[in-house]
């Protein structure tokens, strides 16, 4: 059965620290895998996209990376600023490109 | 571009009425998703359209639910009649290939 999960499930983290998610996934055939961010009340925004060749891709102070022989990803964030707070999901293509199979997310919260 | 506009932005509604949420997608994709989120289930692909052409309707939950392009620039999700378990966020999300833009979201709320 195709499975994206995610961890941690929610974190709570300082301002202008780091942190990272993590995203294990079992799904195939694969095509691509993706980090949305989704600020509460609104769609998901794509920050990054990466197919199997790729092992990181970064967007400004996000930086995915993608290990396909162990099928982790994870994103980092740097100096986390309060406009951070969102829940990340971790989201993988299998086979045709429209089929995404949705993590549940992880939930940061950013505290001053 | 103003981006994937839907409405509206809240619904809230009795048992047993319709409902009819509306999408605009972005100028130029050939490809229209509706999803649901929900607390537990998370997002479920509802349908796929593809030129106006419904490709995947596999998630559409029962025969309640039901959706139409009839041109590039609209589409319709339908639900007759609505009941509480509707109750959810459904985004539409307009594309082109590896990339889906989602729209703000309908929350719905049946009472």
């Known amino acids: 059965k195709n499975q994206v999960e995610q961890s941690p499930q929610s974190l709570i983290i300082l301002e202008g620290k780091n942190c990272t998610l993590q995203?294990?996934?079992?799904?195939?055939?694969?095509?691509?895998l993706r980090w949305y961010k989704q600020d509460t009340g609104r769609g998901p925004v794509s920050l990054t996209i990466?197919?199997?060749?790729?092992n990181t891709k970064s967007n400004g102070r996000y930086t995915a990376t993608l290990d396909a022989d162990t099928k982790q990803s994870s994103l980092h964030i740097t100096a986390s600023q309060l406009s951070d707070s969102a829940s990340y999901i971790c989201?993988?293509?299998?086979?045709?490109?429209?089929?995404?199979?949705f993590g549940s997310g992880t939930r940061l919260l950013v505290r001053p | 571009d103003a981006g994937v506009i839907q409405s509206p932005r809240h619904e809230v509604t009795e048992m047993g009425q319709e409902v009819t949420l509306r999408c605009k997608p972005i100028?130029?994709?050939?490809?229209l998703f509706w999803y649901r989120q929900t607390m537990m289930r998370g997002l479920e692909l509802l349908i796929y359209?593809?030129?106006?052409?419904?490709?995947?309707d596999s998630g559409m939950p029962e025969d309640r639910f039901s959706a139409k392009m009839p041109n590039a620039s609209f589409s319709t999700l339908k639900i007759q009649p609505s009941e509480p378990r509707d109750s959810a966020v459904y985004f539409c999300?307009?594309?082109?290939?590896?990339?889906?833009?989602f729209g703000p979201g309908t929350r719905l709320t049946v009472t």
């Open positions: 359209f593809n030129n106006n052409v419904p490709i995947d």
């Open positions: 990466m197919t199997f060749s790729e």
């Open positions: 999300a307009s594309g082109e290939l590896y990339e889906q833009y």
């Open positions: 995203c294990n996934y079992t799904v195939s055939p694969f095509s691509n």
């Open positions: 100028s130029g994709h050939n490809s």
């Open positions: 989201v993988v293509s299998a086979g045709s490109s429209y089929k995404l199979i």
